[in-house]
């Protein structure tokens, strides 16, 4: 794939291309980065504790329902190997099972990144470290993404390397790739459909758009968080006020990712709502902004704090946090100043929109 620009952004990639130190050094420090963070991936994956969320993974592969479970366990106390029973995929069943427990019963975790787990344990085996592989691998393949993205939104290749050596490196990043949960793979997703879109828009080819359209589906198959970049989308390309041409390929392929997206909405969403209603509960406003804060700071931190941390470490965390948050500020202060009119909106929106929402 080739990228001809025919000039790049006079502000933003000015900041980033005109110092000597950033020439060729970036590009080093970057790759550099990127080999280290694609070393934490893969460093001490059965290691760490397979924890909650992970043993539910587990569980939704063995394709057992809540209800069998509770059949032929009761109220005993199960051993280690009782209960890797419902850790393991019943001979018997399907990825077909697999999905219409899911559907049933947590229509909320749509199918495509449980389907193709079982189908990676089934042939690589069931050891910890295989199981979070899968997300490793799909954290890898992200930085592709990443790249081409960043080309198309700031026609900078420095920028781009400047965006790997930051997410290479980042703990909520590196959190994500050794779990066994379908964050890596939503990512993933995120990131490519994100490129295809500019991409489209900017080549205005129908193959393109078809091929935006089928990374939106697989992105809602993958996290219904992608109805959040799916709007987010939507609010870019009606900011951005290009040509009509534009708008109606957007609102053609957007319709049909999402025409695709049906089945599931039928048959897990609205069928089983009521299965859902257990899943969340109201969350006080003080707990949501701490979260907020916390999930900034991941970004370039993270502490492991909990109730058990010395005061010193909680010190420590509050140095570090005011010091990303004015960091942050000032970034998005230069950005929102310096980049160009079609950056700041889709940076903006894809910010801005979840949160809203």
Not at 159 to 184: C, D, K, T
Request: contains cysteine; charged residues 15%; proline residues 5%.
């Amino acid at each position: 794939m080739s990228f001809n620009f025919q000039r790049e952004p006079q502000k933003i990639s000015s900041i980033v291309e005109k110092p000597t130190f950033f020439r060729r050094e970036i590009k080093f420090v970057a790759i550099c980065l990127l080999v280290i963070g694609i070393l934490f991936r893969f460093t001490n994956l059965e290691l760490k504790p397979y924890w909650l969320d992970e043993a539910f993974t587990s569980f939704r592969l063995s394709g057992y329902s809540n209800e069998e479970v509770m059949q032929q366990i009761g109220d005993r106390v199960l051993t280690v190997q009782e209960l890797r029973k419902y850790q393991q995929p019943l001979p018997e069943n399907t990825s077909f099972d697999t999905i219409e427990q899911i559907a049933t019963e947590e229509p909320q975790l749509t199918p495509l990144y449980f389907v193709v787990l079982r189908a990676w344990k089934q042939m690589f085996g069931s050891a910890i470290a295989t199981i979070r592989s899968l997300s490793a691998i799909l954290s890898v393949l992200a930085f592709p993404c990443l790249y081409w993205l960043c080309l198309e939104l700031f026609q900078s290749r420095r920028i781009a390397w400047m965006a790997i050596a930051l997410v290479a490196v980042s703990p909520v990043h590196l959190l994500y790739a050794q779990e066994a949960r379908p964050s890596s793979f939503w990512i993933l997703t995120l990131l490519l459909s994100s490129a295809l879109l500019l991409r489209a828009m900017r080549t205005q080819t129908k193959g393109t758009w078809v091929m935006y359209a089928v990374s939106i589906a697989v992105g809602l198959y993958a996290h219904l968080f992608t109805t959040f970049v799916s709007i987010a989308h939507a609010v870019y390309v009606f900011l951005e006020k290009r040509s009509k041409q534009n708008w109606i390929a957007f609102g053609l392929a957007s319709i049909s990712a999402w025409a695709l997206f049906i089945p599931w909405i039928v048959l897990g969403l609205v069928a089983n709502r009521d299965s859902m209603a257990g899943q969340s509960s109201p969350v006080p406003i003080p707990s949501l902004i701490k979260d907020l804060l916390r999930s900034i700071s991941l970004i370039f931190v993270d502490f492991s704090l909990n109730e058990q941390s010395p005061r010193l470490y909680f010190l420590m965390f509050l140095a570090v946090f005011l010091s990303v948050l004015v960091f942050v500020g000032v970034v998005m202060f230069f950005f929102y100043r310096s980049a160009p009119k079609s950056p700041k909106l889709f940076v903006l929106a894809m910010i801005a929109v979840p949160y809203i929402v």
